[in-house]
């Protein structure tokens, strides 16, 4: 990580991610799943928040600040059909796990002396 990943990195976006997961224990439940792992798949997000529709989550999760760190891969996969098809998974790069933790512990630490 560099310093200009680092000077990026601000409390206003700590803040409002923040935010959103005292807002949502399905982006709290799927943030931390996120940072437990390497990645998630799609389905798996589902299930981890308790929702069907995780895509939309993602997109929450990055309007508050993980835009371009909470990345999609489509991964080749085979359908049940045996059709050719793509699959999402869900990762946080390196700097989105740095913010994700900083905004959990935010989160977790509001309104505490």
Request: hydrophobic letters at 40%; zero cysteines.
């Amino acid at each position: 990580m560099n310093a200009e990943t680092l000077h990026s990195i601000n409390a206003e976006t700590i803040e409002k991610l923040a935010r959103l997961i005292r807002k949502s224990r399905r982006i709290e439940r799927l943030l931390k799943a996120l940072l437990s792992r390497a990645f998630l798949w799609r389905e798996e997000a589902d299930r981890i928040a308790g929702a069907s529709n995780s895509p939309d989550l993602v997109r929450q999760a990055r309007d508050a600040g993980l835009r371009n760190l909470l990345l999609t891969t489509l991964t080749p996969i085979k359908s049940t059909d045996g059709r050719d098809t793509r699959a999402g998974q869900y990762s946080l790069s390196p700097e989105g796990r740095l913010i994700v933790l900083m905004a959990l512990n935010a989160a977790n630490n509001k309104g505490q002396a």
